[in-house]
């Protein structure tokens, strides 16, 4: 259950249409509360006689994520303003939404991607008409249907997509209810990006994700009984976030000592280690992981505790991801990494030789004028001028046109490459998904000029042609 607000806009009567700054007013709103709907309501009571095309006889509602009287006061300060009024409005997802599942979608986009075979079929009858305007009119058409296709597909893959901040919310919101069922004075904070993850990924964790918190909240709950000040607090933080092409969930717990020793003790018990060899501290946490570490274990609770590992540990192997523990003085830290297999990108869209690639914005740092000339080699490597530095520049690996080309200065792993690309080019935002077979193309993607495009693989490239 999240409360949203409506807020509605009126304007004094003596103000002209000309004169009201709505885009100075919309900005200021959307800069400090999400805008989630804006709807432009006429005033229906004006009658004839008293009605003047120069008047503005309608309001402004919107619908926003968060309001208060300090932004009230300050969108006041708008002179056109004659009156805010805002109230708060119970949004109820589960009453306002339908539910659909996975399977749903994939099969609604299977059936979408059957009109490129309709499309296709179609187009081979433009032979027969004679009449060059109707056969542009035909092809128009066709061009038109392949659009809605792109469109229809982008919109219903996007109901693959969680809703991060409510997701989150609701996790927020059980982990707290435990927190305060135990008494506990323990801070829980989550950290986050605006990211795009598939629901896919999400619903195979996220109850797991939830019983290792519950075990964090425990761990809380026992160095409280094992402490005599009462007024010890904890901190337990989430945080999700989106490296290169990673999901990233970090789970911090402060307040608690990890007796590494016992766990060791554990390992040796379960037969995971060999008391002849000699182990990391990490090599021996991470044993909690490993399934029979549960054999060594006599109390119940602690059983289940390890059985929550056990169980994230299997589901992020399934993911073909990797977790970490790590720890400090009186911090304890569980690192998730779990690579997305559907990439979501703002790319720069380019053409070579008739052929459409894509390049990550994300690793361009600069783009410019690129002279060839700029180009000397030393020690059998190539290196680029730029603004009076020599960086290492490297021709990708595809045909490319010679002429009218811009540099691109990108940067991966912390060094910076210069590589070229044709001048004309746009930005799109994409989705698709990853093909880990290829060290030069990370995958396809259909454009919405319904142009098919390969998605270059720059972090590869460069590993690969620098050696």
Do not use: W
């Not at 027969?128 to 056969?135: C, G």
């Not at 021996?284 to 059983?303: G, P, Q, S, V, W």
């Not at 910076?416 to 690309?421: K, N, R």
């Amino acid at each position: 259950m999240n409360e949203n607000y409506i807020v509605e806009l009126y304007f004094k009567d003596n103000i002209g249409l000309n004169d009201i700054r709505y885009q100075d007013i919309d900005k200021f709103i959307s800069e400090n509360c999400r805008i989630l709907k804006r709807d432009y309501i006429f005033n229906e009571n004006i009658s004839l006689e008293h009605y003047d095309p120069f008047k503005l006889y309608s309001y402004i509602r919107y619908e926003v994520e968060y309001f208060d009287k300090y932004l009230s006061s300050q969108i006041e300060l708008f002179e056109e303003i004659k009156m805010i009024k805002y109230k708060s409005k119970l949004n109820n997802q589960e009453s306002n939404n339908i539910n659909v599942s996975i399977d749903q979608i994939n099969h609604i986009i299977e059936k979408i991607d059957d009109m490129y075979y309709i499309r296709k079929n179609l187009n081979k009858f433009t032979k027969y008409i004679d009449n060059n305007t109707k056969r542009n009119e035909f092809l128009k058409e066709l061009k038109q249907l392949s659009t809605l296709k792109y469109d229809l597909k982008r919109e219903t893959f996007s109901l693959r997509i969680i809703d991060i901040k409510k997701e989150l919310f609701n996790i927020e919101k059980t982990i707290k209810e435990y927190i305060s069922l135990l008494g506990l004075n323990v801070k829980f904070i989550i950290n986050y990006n605006d990211i795009k993850i598939d629901k896919t990924l999400f619903d195979k964790i996220k109850e797991t994700l939830i019983d290792v918190l519950h075990n964090s909240v425990l761990s809380f709950f026992e160095s409280k009984k094992l402490n005599i000040n009462d007024e010890i607090s904890f901190l337990l933080e989430l945080i999700v976030k989106q490296e290169k092409y990673n999901l990233i969930i970090e789970i911090n717990e402060k307040g608690n000592n990890v007796d590494i020793n016992k766990i060791y003790n554990n390992a040796l018990k379960a037969k995971i280690l060999n008391v002849n060899e000699t182990y990391t501290e990490k090599d021996i946490l991470l044993t909690m992981l490993n399934k029979n570490y549960i054999n060594a274990l006599d109390d119940l609770e602690e059983k289940e505790k390890i059985m929550n590992f056990i169980k994230l540990n299997n589901i992020i192997d399934e993911l073909n991801g990797k977790i970490s523990i790590d720890t400090q003085e009186n911090l304890i830290t569980y690192l998730i990494n779990i690579p997305f297999k559907i990439l979501f990108i703002y790319g720069l869209v380019f053409t070579e030789q008739n052929k459409t690639y894509v390049i990550n914005t994300e690793y361009i740092v600069d783009t410019f004028e690129f002279n060839k000339e700029n180009i000397s080699n030393l020690n059998g490597y190539n290196y680029y001028k730029y603004k009076g530095n020599n960086i290492e520049y490297i021709k990708l690996p595809i045909d490319v046109d010679e002429e009218s080309r811009i540099g691109l200065l990108v940067k991966t792993n912390n060094k910076f490459t210069i590589i070229d690309v044709n001048k004309k080019h746009y930005f799109e935002d994409l989705f698709f998904n990853k093909n880990i077979d290829s060290k030069i193309y990370m995958g396809e993607v259909l454009l919405k000029s319904v142009k098919k495009a390969k998605i270059l693989n720059i972090e590869s490239i460069i590993d690969m042609l620098k050696g």
